[in-house]
Nanobody
């Protein structure tokens, strides 16, 4: 059974940084691309960044380009999201998941981790 636990969120001032972590189990982590998603209040969940199986290829959403970076540690079945120069509009609940497993109906959403950006 797929198990995903996000952590690392919190309250940070504009311009600050956070590093989110996503610990996974229950599937062969190294063979799946992974992604971080964000759900802002009143909005749909949206893709923020994704990373290939080996970590060589990454994509980030345009509004976070140059500020966020996704990485993974296949030895520890963990994916990270480094968030720098945070803005109020980056706030929301951040989730990670394997897009393919979601599409196949083999994964569900974790509890996410709340990011609040405010002075």
């Amino acid at each position: 059974q797929v198990h995903i636990v996000e952590s690392g969120g919190g309250l940070v001032q504009p311009g600050g940084s956070l590093r989110l972590s996503c610990a996974t189990s229950g599937f062969r982590f190294s063979v799946y691309s992974m992604a971080w998603y964000r759900q802002a209040p009143g909005k749909q969940r949206e893709l923020v960044a994704d990373i290939s199986t080996g970590g060589r290829f990454t994509n980030v959403e345009e509004t976070v380009l140059g500020r966020f970076a996704i990485s993974r540690d296949n030895g520890h079945n963990t994916v990270y999201l480094q968030m720098n120069s945070l803005k109020p509009e980056d706030a929301g609940v951040y989730y990670c998941n394997a897009p393919t497993l979601l599409e196949q109906g083999r994964s569900s959403w974790g509890q996410g981790t709340q990011v609040t950006v405010s002075s």
